[in-house]
């Protein structure tokens, strides 16, 4: 496996300086709300991985990685990510309109059932536990304006966007959280020691960053997805005779 590259930092003018309160608080909130330990119920789903383990489709860490990898770039991961941005910004100027219109689309676009209930229900728990803990001016408003369902990826956008933490940062945080679950589900499965899983989590950093790029600039109608096999794993997933994950 190839080595990870180390990465470049500019100098700062002064080395012991602080980040502003803003910075800070953007940090430690992205950390919260996008880590394993804040309940949504992530690790109970595993977006068809636990059906492409059984079908032989994921063998190991490769196989694994190279899965993650199409599924990042070609499928839920660009997805969740446009929509991500789009809910970001809508909710950042008060668009009511568009934002209705982005996650009406996120909610529909789901391309199973399965899948359909875990960004429903991962979403409906990070906006409701975000009005119950972390709940700020305009964030209930903007929550009412979408008049329905909010998945997970348009639910981090509002709640991101009321705090005014920038969109680069919530959507790479996004990316790395959901490419962790995954990984997450995949070393359950497989399984895989936790050094392995970690490799997976190193290869596919430049996939992400690639991903958060793709993501910020694309429109709507970029939206699309060429992982056909990964869609019938979460299809077949909910016929599966045993089964650990929800999805």
Sequence with gaps: MTPTKP???????DPAAQPSAGQAAALYRLMTWLSPAFPVGAFSYSSGIEWAVEAGDIVDVTTLREWLASMLAEGPGFCDGVFLAHAHRAAAVSDDATLRGVAELASALAPSCERHLETAAQGRAFVE?????????????????????????????????????????????????????WISAGSRLVPLGQTDSQRALAALEPDVAAVVKHALSATLDDLGSATFRA??????????????FRS
């Design 129 to 181: 536990i975000a009005r119950a803990a972390w709940n700020c001016d305009g964030l209930d408003r903007l929550i009412a304006a979408c008049e329905g369902a909010i998945v997970y990826p348009v639910a981090v956008g509002i709640v991101s966007a009321a705090h005014a933490i920038p969109l680069a940062l919530t959507l790479h945080a996004f990316l790395h959280a959901l490419t962790s679950n």
């Design 231 to 244: 869609d019938l794993a979460s299809m077949r997933h909910e016929t599966q005779y045993t089964r650990l």
């Design 7 to 13: 990465m470049e930092f500019t100098p700062l003018a």
